[in-house]
Nanobody, 125 residues
């Protein structure tokens, strides 16, 4: 059974940092694109970042314009995990953050087949 479990969310103030983790189990995701999405109340699920194996020890990484320069996606194949380092957090970053794995290195939720349960990030202004 494939499972993705996020952790690391919380309540922080504007300008603070958080590091989200996503632990995968049930299969190895080294060849799978992995993504982070977020969903704020009343809004659609939004792409945040994605990473995909490029070859050797290199990975592609892509970030949404809204988080570029502040958030960084990374992965650790030995731990079968993916991370999202979030710096300079803003109130508008408040959302539930989801980890996802799929066969398409894309920015749409439909590109991903497996999803975690989400972790809440709240940034107070």
């Amino acid at each position: 059974q494939v499972q993705l479990v996020e952790s690391g969310g919380g309540l922080v103030q504007t300008g603070a940092s958080l590091r989200l983790s996503c632990a995968a189990s049930g299969r190895t995701f080294s060849s799978y694109p992995m993504g982070w999405f977020r969903q704020a109340p009343g809004k659609e699920r939004e792409f945040v970042a994605a990473t995909m194996w490029r070859g050797g020890t290199s990975y592609y990484a892509y970030h949404a314009d809204s988080v570029k320069g502040r958030f960084t996606v990374s992965r650790d194949e030995a731990k079968n995990a993916v991370y999202l380092q979030m710096n300079s957090l803003k109130h508008e970053d408040t959302a539930i953050y989801y980890c996802a794995a799929g066969r398409v290195y894309g920015v749409k939720p439909d590109d991903y087949d497996y999803w975690g349960q989400g972790t809440q990030v709240t940034v107070s202004s």
